[in-house]
C-alpha cells in the first residue's frame, strides 16, 4: 500500500489546478505526445498499461478504453475505463483508430521505451511548472485517485478503473490534503 504523503510530510499527488496545467501543456505538445499524456491524465493507468494499449482496446462504442492490469500476478486481467468522447476524438486523430479499427493487426499505440514516456511525462510537468515530489507519472495516477473521490465515484469502482487488487489500497485516496480534503468535507455539508 502507499501513501499520498512521503516521509517529509510532502503531498503525492497532482491537485485539481496542477492536473489542469499539466493537460494545457500537453495540448501544446507534439500529438503523440499529448495523446499520452491525456491518456495518462483520463485513465489513471500507469505509464506500463498506456504503452501496452492497442488499437483494438479502444472501444469507441463503448467510450471506454480497456487496459491490460499489468501489476496483477497472472497474465490476461483486463479492465475498462470510461473516457470522455474528446479523448476519443484525440485518439482517432493521432493515432488513426477508426481507420485502424478495419485493417487486420492491432499495433500499439506508441512503440516508446518506458524511459522515454517517463522523460515525455516529465517534460510536459516542468512546462506546466509542476514542481515537487508529485511532479511524476506516478503523481499523476495519484491525482487521478483524488479527483475521483472528490467527484464521489464510488471506491469499488474507482478501485477497478485503476486495477487495484483490492479496495484497500483505493482507500488512501479518500486521505487527500488541502482543498481536495475540503472539497469531500463540503458534501458532507451540504
Known amino acids: 500500500m502507499t501513501d499520498l504523503i512521503d516521509p517529509q510530510g510532502n503531498r503525492l499527488y497532482l491537485t485539481a489546478a496542477e492536473r489542469a ?12 505526445v499529448r495523446s499520452f499524456c491525456e491518456v495518462l491524465h483520463f485513465t489513471g493507468c500507469r505509464i506500463s498499461e498506456a504503452l501496452a494499449l492497442s488499437v483494438k482496446r479502444i472501444d469507441l462504442e463503448g467510450q471506454a478504453l480497456v487496459f491490460e492490469t499489468l501489476k496483477k500476478r497472472r497474465t490476461g486481467v483486463y479492465r475498462a475505463v470510461p473516457v470522455p468522447p474528446r479523448l476519443l476524438d484525440t485518439l482517432d486523430l493521432v493515432h488513426g483508430v477508426r481507420e485502424a479499427h478495419r485493417r487486420r493487426g492491432d499495433p500499439l499505440l506508441w512503440d516508446w521505451s518506458r524511459t522515454t514516456a517517463w ?3 516529465k517534460a510536459i510537468m516542468e512546462t506546466a511548472v509542476i514542481t515537487g515530489p508529485q511532479a511524476s507519472p506516478k503523481g499523476l495516477r495519484h491525482g487521478y485517485g483524488v479527483a475521483a473521490i472528490g467527484a464521489a465515484v464510488p471506491l469499488n469502482m474507482l478501485s477497478k478503473w485503476m486495477g487495484h487488487a483490492t479496495i484497500e489500497t483505493t482507500a488512501i485516496y479518500a486521505n487527500a490534503l488541502g482543498e481536495e480534503q475540503r472539497s469531500i468535507a463540503e458534501r458532507m455539508w451540504s
Open 119 to 121: 522523460r515525455h511525462v
Open 21 to 32: 496545467a499539466f493537460l494545457a501543456a500537453a495540448a501544446k505538445a507534439p500529438r503523440e
